[in-house]
C-alpha cells in the first residue's frame, strides 16, 4: 500500500537554529499537507499545498515557517529560528484529487518528532 | 470556523462491554474521518464517511454520521485490549482540503 515517507524521525535541535523536514508523498497525489501535534493534544493544521503554491495556511504558520517542493517527490517543511513551543510531532499528509469518494487518499506520514532545547 | 468537539476525553472501560465516543461539529461538512493514533505513532484512517446516514463496519467497530444532527459516533463493541488507544474524528469543510480534529477520546481498555 503506498505510503507517506517522512525523514527524520526524531530531531533534536537548539532553539534559534533553522530546522528542514522532509516528506515524500505518495506519488499521485496532488495536495500536501503539514500538521502538527503537541504532546497529548490534538493534530492541528499547519499548512496545505497544491499546484506548487500554499492553498492555506493557519494562525500557526507564521514567517518563520516556509514549505516547498523542490522536486517533483520531495515536500519540505522549514522552520527558520526554533522556539522551544515549536517542540511537537509534525505530520506530513498527502491526498488525490478532490472528489466525493471513499478513494480520496488522505494519508498520513509516520512524523517527525521535533525537540526543540 | 469549523469547531470539533468530542466526548468523552478519556473512557476507561473493561474488556467485553460496549461504548460510543462522540463526535460533533459545528457547521456542514462534506467528510468526516475516524483516526486511530497509538502512542507516539501516526495516525491510522480507520473510516471515512460521506453522506447522511452513512455507516461502516470494521471489525467491533462501527462509525456512523447524522449530517443534519452534524454528529458523529464510533461504537465499540465487546472491547479487547487491542483497541487501546487514541481515537479522533476529524472534519473537512465544503471546498476546503484541510482537516479539522476533534480533542481526541483516550480509551483503555482494562483487563
Known amino acids: 500500500e503506498p505510503e507517506v515517507t517522512q525523514t527524520p524521525s526524531h530531531q533534536v535541535t537548539q532553539m534559534g537554529q533553522e530546522v528542514i523536514l522532509r516528506c515524500v508523498p505518495i506519488s499521485n497525489h496532488l495536495y500536501f499537507y503539514w500538521y502538527r501535534q503537541i504532546l497529548g493534544q490534538k493534530v492541528e493544521f499547519l499548512v496545505s499545498f497544491y499546484n506548487n503554491e500554499i492553498s492555506e495556511k493557519s494562525e500557526i504558520f507564521d514567517d518563520q515557517f516556509s514549505v516547498e517542493r523542490p522536486d517533483g517527490s520531495n515536500f519540505t517543511l522549514k522552520i527558520r529560528s526554533t522556539k522551544l513551543e515549536d517542540s511537537a510531532m509534525y505530520f506530513c499528509?498527502?491526498?488525490?484529487?478532490?472528489?466525493?469518494?471513499?478513494?480520496?487518499?488522505?494519508?498520513f506520514g509516520s512524523g517527525t518528532r521535533l525537540t526543540v532545547v | 470556523e469549523l469547531k470539533v468537539e468530542q466526548n468523552p476525553l478519556f473512557l476507561s472501560m473493561q474488556e467485553g462491554k460496549n461504548y460510543t465516543i462522540y463526535c460533533n461539529y459545528s457547521t456542514t461538512s462534506d467528510r468526516l474521518y475516524w483516526y486511530r493514533q497509538d502512542p507516539g505513532k501516526s495516525l491510522e484512517s480507520l473510516f471515512v464517511l460521506l453522506s447522511n446516514g452513512a455507516v461502516k463496519q470494521e471489525g467491533r467497530l462501527m462509525a456512523s454520521l447524522d449530517t443534519k444532527a452534524r454528529l458523529s459516533t464510533l461504537h465499540i463493541t465487546a472491547a479487547v485490549h487491542d483497541l487501546s488507544a487514541t481515537y479522533f474524528c476529524a472534519v473537512s469543510d465544503f471546498g476546503n482540503e484541510k482537516l479539522t480534529f476533534g480533542t481526541g477520546t483516550r480509551l483503555t481498555i482494562i483487563p
Open positions: 499528509a498527502s491526498s488525490a484529487a478532490r472528489h466525493f469518494s471513499d478513494d480520496y487518499g488522505y494519508t
